[in-house]
């Protein structure tokens, strides 16, 4: 079990940061969440999950102890993978799932990419007794990674939960006046969550 990786970042891609440690470049897999918040060449630090596969080995990585400690827990429910829990997670933070599965919101579960209405009910019922009640703790302001326009982040993540390149496009450019009403470098964990809505509507 690799709990945390912790080193200079060596770089950055839309769905993947690679962490050198002790001259090993150390591939992690994150939501654009928790890519946002790491630079090139500046120290970073990530609670990690490793997922042991017949085929593969693959390092998730997460902001903090509580976000892995939820998306491990997310994989404790059937039909939850490890690809699912993050999707869930990059819509939503750690809080957000326990506040909606403690209400039995539908709706929100129903917003991640991969789970229609009848999942979501399942999932609401293997998960009440195991997120726990929500900690009132707000998710963290993230600025954008370095390596990556707004637009090409948004793009890839979508790509990356499993939408079509059309579908991808065709969001970005519904969340395009968002993000540039908020000026500057938009954080790209809201303009996601606000892309898959308009997803969402047009299904």
Same mark, same amino acid.
């Given at each position: 079990?690799?709990?945390?990786?912790?080193?200079?970042?060596?770089?950055?891609?839309? $769905? =993947?940061?690679?962490? +050198?440690?002790?001259?090993?470049?150390?591939?992690?897999?994150? =939501?654009?969440?928790?890519?946002?918040?790491?630079?090139?060449?500046?120290?970073?630090?990530?609670?990690?999950?490793?997922?042991?596969?017949?085929?593969?080995?693959?390092?998730?990585?997460?902001?903090?102890?509580?976000?892995?400690?939820?998306?491990?827990?997310?994989?404790? /429910?059937?039909?939850?993978?490890?690809?699912?829990?993050?999707?869930?997670?990059?819509?939503?933070?750690?809080?957000?799932?326990?506040?909606?599965?403690?209400?039995?919101?539908?709706? /929100?579960?129903?917003?991640?990419?991969?789970?229609?209405?009848?999942?979501?009910?399942?999932?609401?019922? +293997?998960?009440?007794?195991?997120?726990?009640?929500? $900690?009132? $703790?707000?998710?963290?302001?993230?600025?954008?990674?370095?390596?990556?326009?707004?637009?090409?982040?948004?793009?890839?993540?979508?790509?990356?939960?499993?939408?079509?390149?059309?579908?991808?496009?065709?969001?970005?450019?519904?969340?395009?006046?968002?993000?540039?009403?908020?000026?500057?470098?938009?954080?790209?964990?809201?303009?996601?969550?606000?892309?898959?809505?308009?997803?969402?509507?047009?299904?």
């Amino acid at each position: 079990m690799i709990a945390f990786v912790s080193g200079p970042v060596a770089a950055l891609a839309p $769905t =993947t940061a690679v962490i +050198e440690v002790g001259g090993i470049g150390m591939a992690v897999q994150c =939501t654009p969440d928790t890519l946002s918040g790491l630079r090139v060449g500046q120290e970073a630090r990530l609670a990690t999950s490793l997922v042991v596969r017949e085929d593969s080995l693959t390092l998730y990585g997460f902001a903090d102890d509580d976000e892995r400690q939820v998306f491990e827990l997310l994989q404790t /429910a059937s039909g939850v993978g490890p690809r699912l829990a993050q999707a869930m997670l990059a819509v939503h933070s750690p809080d957000a799932l326990r506040a909606a599965v403690a209400s039995g919101d539908e709706k /929100a579960l129903t917003a991640v990419p991969g789970i229609g209405k009848k999942g979501a009910q399942k999932l609401l019922l +293997e998960l009440k007794d195991r997120l726990g009640a929500p $900690t009132g $703790t707000a998710p963290a302001a993230v600025g954008s990674a370095v390596t990556a326009s707004w637009r090409d982040q948004l793009h890839a993540a979508l790509l990356g939960l499993g939408y079509a390149t059309r579908e991808a496009d065709e969001a970005v450019a519904a969340v395009t006046p968002q993000a540039e009403a908020a000026g500057g470098e938009p954080p790209i964990g809201q303009l996601l969550k606000a892309a898959l809505q308009t997803l969402n509507r047009t299904r």
